[in-house]
Nanobody
Framework: QVQLVESGGGLVQAGGSLRLSCTAS????????MGWFRQAPGKERELVAD????????YYKDSVKGRFTISRDNAKNTVYLQMNSLKPDDTAVYYC????????????WGQGTQVTVSS
């Protein structure tokens, strides 16, 4: 099992940047695929980006391609989401999640961190 804690959210103007971090407890972080999801008010939760154990396979939602970068540091048990050129539509609670492999759903979740982008 793994516990996840996000940090780095906040209020930023459109065009600005934020970097989210998610630190995992336990010694098995390097065996989990990691993902960043977000949920805006009145909308369903959606996958923004995810990264495989080795970092060799990365997915981005179309609307964030070229603006967001996901990365991981297995030595620090941490996954990052660098968010640049932020837009008001990026406003949401961002969640970090973990899964054992691509054949199962994400089953471990952090508590979420609020990102608010003002116009």
């Amino acid at each position: 099992q793994v516990q996840l804690v996000e940090s780095g959210g906040g209020l930023v103007q459109a065009g600005g940047s934020l970097r989210l971090s998610c630190t995992a407890s336990g010694r098995t972080f390097s065996t989990y695929d990691m993902g960043w999801f977000r949920q805006a008010p009145g909308k369903e939760r959606e996958l923004v980006a995810d990264i495989s154990v080795s970092g060799g396979t990365i997915y981005y939602k179309d609307s964030v391609k070229g603006r967001f970068t996901i990365s991981r540091d297995n030595a620090k048990n941490t996954v990052y989401l660098q968010m640049n050129s932020l837009k008001p539509d990026d406003t949401a609670v961002y969640y970090c999640a973990a899964r054992l492999n691509s054949r199962v759903e994400y089953s471990y979740w952090g508590q979420g961190t609020q990102v608010t982008v003002s116009s």
